[in-house]
């Protein structure tokens, strides 16, 4: 059975739920099949994104977020500049290639100021070198050109959940969080010219393997360019912990999170993967089974380690502690462990992206 479906060109809603249920010998199967398919496409070589937590100041309330506005007892930050110029300068100095700039979600002008200011001179100190994804939430589309103009070439904006109503039930439901602004973000992305990522949380109270199955779809159907999803763990302090009992235990969502890179794999060779923090928080080794199963993308961890403490999206969080020369030593061992390279010093964009740019121009 699930040889058949595993030779289908394109899958449908009903195998993807399928191959989200399979357990034992089919399993096996499944992660093999993607992992196969990875080293066909895009290869056994992992690209590291260094991740800048910039700030945890926050203008919105998602109800599963630690960071969230409403939780008073989040100590806020928010990197100057040359804390930030000089992680960058550490990532590329170690051939990180690229860092990943995240921040909670402000609009005013002086955040977008500051982020622009921030782009250009990390592009002016590595000499072009350093290739940058954004993920500081929604904007306006005039924002999103700027940045890009100024050095941004990648934005994640995850989707959290593609299911409209699920959407509200993690989200206050008012025009702050709107599930339209949201979609229309990620075209408005796409529109300028950056390569855009989304995901979703896995294993949220209230989420079915449907739930999940027209997520992928979603991906598949905005033709997006790379992803970064991971469990859902719950966070005391914010308004989604009372549905806890809701949940799957911590080893499900773990366990179905890496059925839902394979399958995203298989159903979307070409992108890149990442395998996400929230992996490792649940299982010392999490992000490198997700390498193994379809993943090719790693976001070492390069804040300053006297703010990663407050960055505290959910509990658990891992490497807080540490500092960004600790993860460098670990980074190789660890991709060397499951038989990948490291791929240094390029940008490591998406294939896809680069394959729709080529028959755009042809
Ligand atoms: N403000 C930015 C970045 C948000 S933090 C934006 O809106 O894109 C990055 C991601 O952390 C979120 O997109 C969310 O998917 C994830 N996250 C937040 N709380 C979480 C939790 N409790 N468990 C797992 N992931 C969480």
């Not at 977020?65 to 806020?76: A, E, F, L, Q």
């Not at 719950?234 to 080893?251: A, C, D, V």
């Not at 060397?336 to 490591?348: F, I, L, P, T």
Request: with cysteine; glycine share 6%; charged share 25%.
């Amino acid at each position: 059975m699930i040889q058949d479906i595993l030779k289908k060109q394109k899958l449908n809603r009903e195998d993807i739920i399928y191959l989200l249920s399979v357990t034992g010998e089919d399993e096996k199967t499944l992660f093999r099949h993607a992992a196969q398919i990875k080293e066909k496409t895009v290869g056994n070589t992992v690209y590291l994104r260094g991740l800048i937590e910039m700030s945890n100041v926050c203008a919105k309330d998602c109800l599963y977020c630690g960071i969230r506005k409403s939780n008073p007892n989040t100590n806020r930050y928010t990197l100057d500049e040359n804390e930030i110029l000089s992680a960058i300068r550490f990532a590329h100095e170690n051939r990180y290639g690229s860092v990943a700039i995240q921040s909670g979600e402000l609009n005013s002008p002086a955040f977008i100021h500051k982020v622009d200011n921030m782009l250009r001179q990390a592009k002016e100190i590595t000499h072009n070198e350093i290739g940058i994804t954004l993920s500081c939430g929604e904007q306006t589309e005039e924002t999103y050109r700027r940045w890009f103009n100024s050095g941004a070439h990648r934005y994640l904006l995850r989707i959290e959940s593609s299911d409209e109503l699920l959407y509200y039930r993690i989200h206050p439901r008012d025009r702050n969080h709107s599930y339209d602004i949201r979609v229309e973000a990620l075209k408005t992305l796409r529109k300028i010219g950056y390569q855009v990522g989304t995901g979703v949380m896995i294993g949220l109270p209230f989420q079915t393997v449907e739930h999940l199955a027209d997520d992928l779809i979603f991906m598949r159907t905005l033709d997006i360019d790379m992803c970064g999803m991971g469990p859902y763990i719950e966070h005391k302090e914010t308004p989604l912990y009372e549905s806890r009992e809701e949940l799957l235990s911590i080893q499900e969502r773990f366990r179905l999170t890496l059925h839902m890179i394979a399958i995203l794999r298989i159903m979307m060779p070409d992108i890149n993967i990442a395998a996400t923090t929230a992996l490792q928080a649940i299982d010392k080794l999490g992000r490198e089974k997700a390498i193994q199963v379809g993943a090719n993308v790693l976001m070492p961890n390069i804040t300053p380690g006297k703010y990663r403490d407050n960055y505290s999206l959910y509990e658990n969080k891992p490497c807080t502690n540490e500092n960004a020369d600790d993860c460098k030593s670990c980074i190789n061992i660890r991709v060397q462990m499951v038989n990948h390279e490291v791929g240094y010093a390029g940008w490591g964009d998406s294939k896809r992206f680069e394959k729709r740019k080529f028959n755009l121009s042809h």
